[in-house]
């Protein structure tokens, strides 16, 4: 017996996973009044929505994947430096990402509240990309690496792994769950771009690389 064929669509003021065997719509997910989805992407049962408004601000929806069931909202501003690419890595069903050159977050997936967003020191030359190396998050630039506590946003030095490994060397890690990411790698194209559309389950998994 053939599936249906079932893909996520946006359109202004919402987005519809809809059913195109049987031509009719699965659910609706109701955007904000005047938001224009230019961007969706998956994790497992979550659907991250980028939209944006004329004369208005860019916001980061979420919603699940089986039901629509709208999860939460943010303005982009809210969870990060439209400077810096949103290119979060999970973990425990939270998000850890840099949310400016010199800030480390972590967001909750399920309720999309912000446990922290935390300022660390960095020398204006010094260039920092996060990772998850099992159970810990880590910061690591050409000169140096650090830990982050993943409960308070706290970091420290991480000697042990530039003992390890030739820092100035590496150009780029697998993290967990950032494979849905690689759609836009760069933060927020312009609402001119064209748009990109999540099809049923084709958003990535667990594991991935960017």
Not at 13 to 21: E, F, G, V
Not at 145 to 155: H, M, P, Q, W
Request: aromatic share 12%; net charge neutral; hydrophobic share 35%.
């Amino acid at each position: 017996m053939s599936m249906n064929k079932v893909a996520i669509f946006g359109k202004k003021d919402s987005i519809a996973k809809y059913d195109l065997t049987d031509n009719k719509p699965v659910w609706v997910g109701e955007l904000p009044k005047g938001q224009i989805p230019y961007v969706i992407a998956q994790y497992e049962n979550y659907i991250l929505v980028f939209s944006w408004a004329w004369f208005g601000s860019k916001m980061i929806h979420c919603f699940r994947e089986d039901s629509g069931d709208s999860l939460w909202s943010h303005y982009q501003e809210t969870l990060h430096s439209s400077m810096i690419p949103f290119l979060p890595h999970t973990f425990e069903n939270h998000m850890y990402y840099l949310a400016s050159s010199k800030e480390v977050a972590k967001l909750s997936w399920e309720t999309g509240k912000i446990v922290f967003r935390k300022r660390f020191k960095k020398s204006i030359f010094n260039q920092y990309g996060l990772g998850i190396i099992s159970d810990e998050v880590v910061l690591i630039s050409k000169k140096d690496a650090l830990i982050v506590n993943k409960e308070t946003g706290d970091t420290k030095s991480y000697p042990e792994l530039a003992k390890k490994l030739n820092l100035k060397e590496i150009t780029s890690a697998l993290g967990n769950g950032i494979t849905f990411m690689s759609l836009i790698s760069l933060t927020h194209p312009q609402a001119t771009d064209g748009g990109v559309y999540g099809g049923d389950g084709g958003g990535g998994g667990g594991d991935g690389g960017g």
